[in-house]
């Protein structure tokens, strides 16, 4: 069994310590590796490293308060006009997740915010970061080094409640 998928948790206090880019790098790789329908990769990624524009950055949601603290965000965009426009999310959730697994992989933690479909959220990524209408913000994620031991740790969330077998 494959401890990261089961010890990724939401880690919303950093280390003020810098992400190396083989780091990063390794990031961006496993997002790019996700599937998706027809193979379209409708992925672009904005990686942020500057302090002035994650600050910035972290004005865009309540629920972003965690942001000044990281030393690394990325926002997933998603491309426009995809021959398969209807799975899209899909793929980009996959992407999201490999992403956050590879983070765990090298002793990151990370936390994703939802931007929201025609949201101020929405608006405000788009105009901060002069985004063409070829895309849309995604996600954004903050990534660092825990700076609680354990960040990443198990929690069973398994529910045999959930399961249902050939009918609902």
């Known amino acids: 069994m494959n401890n990261i998928i089961f010890t990724r948790r ?22 790019m590796q996700a599937p ?29 308060k965690m942001l000044p603290q990281a030393p690394l965000a990325v926002v997933i ?3 426009q006009g995809m021959r398969a426009a209807l ?3 899909q793929d980009l959730g996959a992407a999201a997740q490999n992403m956050m697994l590879q983070a765990v992989e090298d ?8 931007v929201g479909r025609g949201s101020e959220r929405e608006t405000f990524v788009t105009e901060m ?14 990534v660092g080094y825990p700076a609680e031991e ?19």
């Open 10 to 31: 939401s880690v919303r206090k950093y280390l003020d310590k810098a992400v190396e880019p083989e780091k990063i790098d390794r990031m961006l790789r496993a997002a």
């Open 36 to 64: 998706s329908a027809t193979n379209q990769q409708p992925w672009e990624f904005i990686v942020i490293d500057d302090r002035k524009t994650i600050d910035k950055l972290a004005e865009f949601s309540p629920y972003a």
């Open 129 to 142: 970061f002069s985004l063409p209408e070829t895309v849309k913000p995604f996600g954004v994620f903050a």
């Open 150 to 168: 354990n960040a990443n740790k198990f929690v069973d969330r398994y529910d045999e409640n959930r399961i249902h077998w050939n009918k609902y």
């Open 77 to 79: 965009l998603e491309k």
């Open 107 to 114: 002793s990151l933690g990370t936390v994703w915010m939802g």
């Open 87 to 89: 799975f899209t999310e």
